[in-house]
């Protein structure tokens, strides 16, 4: 059966470390989405990616970057990790044109 | 910009309880309507959706139906389950095509006790 899956589910990091955190789908969409996952606020946009190559700021991009070099995956890196950023993150992906998003599993990070 | 209120809860019922979750919306043109459920230590799962006026969703009990006249989408059930415990979230998603990320409440939390 096609999914999402993310890794790692758990990360401790320190701040100022470079982490990245992967996505992977199997179910050949176009579109790809980074949201975090933050008591009081709901999810919130990170990045978006509507295919290979392409890629879009959302509501809370400072400090991740995303790059798509095929249609499968789109890791989320933090360039320099902060406290701020300990958070729950969530990978989703939709068919071009289909507004309904499919979320993986998400991953707990934690940034001492 | 586009923004989605809820009730946050937590929200605690008795087994067989009826549910309603209230839901409002801001939007500029005809978004589509989602509710989207999280089970502890889980990823988050569509349970419905409306695309447009007067549509009504439906899943596993639940219903809503897309007010455009009162910007709502509440969720209801007529009779819960224990195995209903979760965080449910209101969100949407703006007209215009694209790829445009969903915009999310911040997610009620429902405790249905036996």
Known sequence: ???????????????????????????????????????????????????????????VSDGYSVSRSNTEDLPLTLE????????????????????????????????? | GD???????????????FLTINCTYTATGYPSLFWYV??????????????????KGSNKGFEATYRKETTSFHLEKGSVQVSDSAVYFCALRHSGGGADGLTFGKGTHLIIQP
């Open chain 2, 3 to 17: 923004s989605v209120t809820q009730m946050e809860g937590p929200v605690t019922l008795s087994e067989e309880a």
């Open chain 1, 1 to 59: 059966d096609a999914e999402i899956t993310q890794s790692p589910r758990h990360k401790i990091t320190e701040t100022g470390r470079q982490v990245t955190l992967a996505c992977h789908q199997t179910w050949n969409h176009n579109n790809m989405f980074w949201y975090r996952q933050d008591l009081g606020h709901g999810l919130r946009l990170i990045h978006y990616s509507y295919g290979v190559q392409d890629t879009n700021k959302g509501e």
């Open chain 2, 38 to 55: 999280q089970y502890p230590g889980e990823g988050l799962q569509l349970l419905l959706k409306a695309t447009k006026a007067d549509d």
């Open chain 1, 80 to 112: 320099s990790a902060a406290s701020s950023q300990t958070s729950v993150y969530f990978c989703a992906s939709s068919e071009s044109g289909m507004d309904t998003q499919y979320f993986g599993p998400g991953t707990r990070l934690t940034v001492l």
